[in-house]
């Protein structure tokens, strides 16, 4: 199976970068081709990080203002998600968890276990998200936290009992699909009933 692109232009170039693309793909049924107009998000690759403390069975989440899920008027704006960020030009996704790590919560991790590498909106963007799990202890605290102020980073900090934030997913309150999954992943590690 095949696929060809007969025109691509960059409709949006800023931050965010969309093109808009004329493609042709081989059908699954053999019959000719089908000829769309589609659109793709180019973002960066993005890591992210499922850090337990493991001085007092919690997770390191962090809750931050996102205006897109704002837009939909039916979540609040402010919303609770593992660690994360974008990987810097030059760095592997590994290398982003640990600085990320770092600046959102103020732990250095010593090490790192690869999770699962996703598309977050395969219908739409080309952004993977690597999720990775590492576990600290309260001697681990270098720092205050929160992001970095140069990048207008408002950065709420939570250190949630696992008991408690398997709960709230439960009940529909955790609304990130990276953060679903993580959970999701530490629920099974932990042999926790979702």
């Not at 081709?33 to 793709?40: I, M, P, Q």
């Not at 960066?44 to 837009?71: G, H, M, T």
């Amino acid at each position: 199976m095949e696929f060809e692109i007969k025109d691509q232009k960059r409709i949006l170039d800023g931050f965010i970068k969309v093109d808009e693309l004329q493609v042709e793909y081989d059908r699954f049924d053999q019959q000719g081709r089908n000829a769309v107009k589609r659109y793709n998000l180019e973002r960066p690759e993005a890591s992210a990080v499922l850090l337990e403390n493991v001085s007092n069975n919690s997770v390191i989440i962090v809750e931050q203002f996102r205006f897109a899920v704002a837009s939909r008027a039916i979540h609040k704006a402010w919303v609770w998600e593992i660690i994360a960020g974008l990987v810097d030009p030059g760095e592997t996704p590994i290398e982003a968890a640990y600085r990320e790590t770092l600046e959102e919560s103020g732990y250095r991790v010593k090490q790192l276990e690869h999770l699962y590498t996703f598309y977050a909106s395969i219908g739409i963007s080309n952004e993977s998200v690597s999720i990775f799990y590492g576990q600290v202890s309260d001697t681990d605290k270098m720092e205050k936290g929160g992001g970095l102020e140069v990048e207008n980073e408002d950065i709420r900090i939570h250190e949630v009992p696992i008991p408690e934030l398997i709960d709230r997913l439960r009940k529909g309150e955790i609304k990130d699909s990276k953060t679903i999954m993580a959970i999701q992943w530490l629920a099974s590690k932990k042999q926790m009933t979702l």
